[in-house]
T-cell receptor, first 114, second 116 residues
Framework: AQSVSQHNHHVILSEAASLELGCNYS??????LFWYVQYPGQHLQLLLK??????LVKGIKGFEAEFIKSKFSFNLRKPSVQWSDTAEYFC????????????FGKGTTLSVSS | EAGVVQSPRYKIIEKKQPVAFWCNPI?????LYWYRQNLGQGPELLIR????????DSQLPKDRFSAERLKGVDSTLKIQPAELGDSAVYLC??????????????FGEGSRLTVL
């Protein structure tokens, strides 16, 4: 069974600082990878996703993530964070086969001070 | 396009009481999921439906939890009787198909349950 590990539980940054949130997964086969974001008081929404092709994927609001297959990683990055990026970020993985569910990491809370 | 709709948003009950949550998925989405999110944790799958069939309920505590998806559209998740440890946010999500290429799930705002 697949699992997801997010290394940072809580990250605190100042505006304009660079962000990198770590995500590792365990599964030997082909996977689809996602980052979801949950802003305060709002529902989970998709930030970006990777299925195949270019391992560097770009999402909304200037976020990007790089899939490194050899490291089983899918780290999220943003060169310059804004106060409005304060939210909880979840990495998720789905095995690329029928009948499998989306598995989430425990999440990372990002707090950005202005 | 309307998103996934859940109700109630908040529910406070005493232990041993029953509770039910309702979900209306995005129109045309065949797959419906119920997740539970405990404080400080990521969502954990409880049950997944393909149309009206529950195809994965291995994580659903069947002694007290039940779910149904009549006519393959709306779904209800019930807990009876509720225990203190059931306090969590119950999330409903839908997707076009769990076997499809995208795999993207669309989430509702969740139902926050507090059991006293």
């Amino acid at each position: 069974a697949q699992s997801v590990s997010q290394h940072n539980h809580h990250v605190i940054l100042s505006e304009a600082a660079s962000l990198e949130l770590g995500c590792n997964y365990s599964y030997g086969g082909t996977v689809n990878l996602f980052w979801y974001v949950q802003y305060p008081g709002q529902h989970l929404q998709l930030l970006l996703k990777y299925f195949s092709g270019d391992p560097l994927v770009k999402g909304i609001k200037g976020f990007e993530a790089e899939f490194i297959k050899s490291k089983f990683s899918f780290n999220l990055r943003k060169p310059s964070v804004q106060w409005s990026d304060t939210a909880e970020y979840f990495c998720a993985v789905k095995a690329n086969q029928a009948g499998t569910a989306l598995i989430f990491g425990k999440g990372t809370t990002l707090s950005v001070s202005s | 396009e309307a998103g996934v709709v859940q109700s109630p948003r908040y529910k406070i009950i005493e232990k041993k009481q029953p509770v039910a949550f309702w979900c209306n998925p995005i129109s045309g989405h065949n797959t419906l999921y119920w997740y539970r999110q405990n404080l400080g944790q990521g969502p954990e799958l409880l049950i997944r439906y393909e149309n009206e069939e529950a195809v994965d309920d291995s994580q659903l505590p069947k002694d007290r939890f039940s779910a149904e998806r009549l006519k393959g559209v709306d779904s209800t998740l019930k807990i009876q009787p509720a225990e203190l440890g059931d306090s969590a946010v119950y999330l409903c999500a839908s997707s076009l198909s769990s076997t499809g290429a995208t795999g993207e799930l669309f989430f509702g705002e969740g139902s926050r349950l507090t059991v006293l």
